[in-house]
């Protein structure tokens, strides 16, 4: 299973983005919940939201209310976070689990830098 993710670059303060998954390798019966992790320059990786693949979303506290992931097919989701805080600078990584089983896959991760 792959997972590309793109959109990330160099954003301004206050500014917003917009990130884009696309899983392939899986039949799509098989996906599951996908979402977005994210880790800041010396910092542990840390969730920023998921989406169950019946459309259920959680959000770290930290996006709440700036975020919204959406889904428009079983393996694309896509992230917006707007009004974009020097904090949400990290590398944003792509997140997807099987249906049923515990297996997970990571993308290769797309750097956000948010300036001010």
């Known amino acids: 299973v792959q997972l590309q993710a793109s959109g990330g670059g160099l954003v301004q303060a206050g500014g917003s983005l917009r990130l884009s998954c696309r899983a392939s390798g899986i039949i799509t019966s098989n996906m599951g919940t996908m979402g977005w992790f994210r880790q800041a320059p010396g910092k542990q990786r840390e969730l920023v939201t998921t989406?169950?693949?019946?459309?259920?979303t959680d959000y770290a506290d930290s996006v709440k209310g700036r975020a919204t992931i959406s889904r428009d097919s079983a393996k694309v989701v896509y992230l917006q976070i707007h009004s974009l805080k020097l904090e949400d600078t990290g590398i944003y990584y792509c997140y997807a689990r099987r249906l049923s089983g515990s297996a997970e896959y990571w993308g290769q991760g797309t750097l956000v830098t948010v300036s001010s």
């Open positions: 989406i169950t693949r019946g459309g259920e």
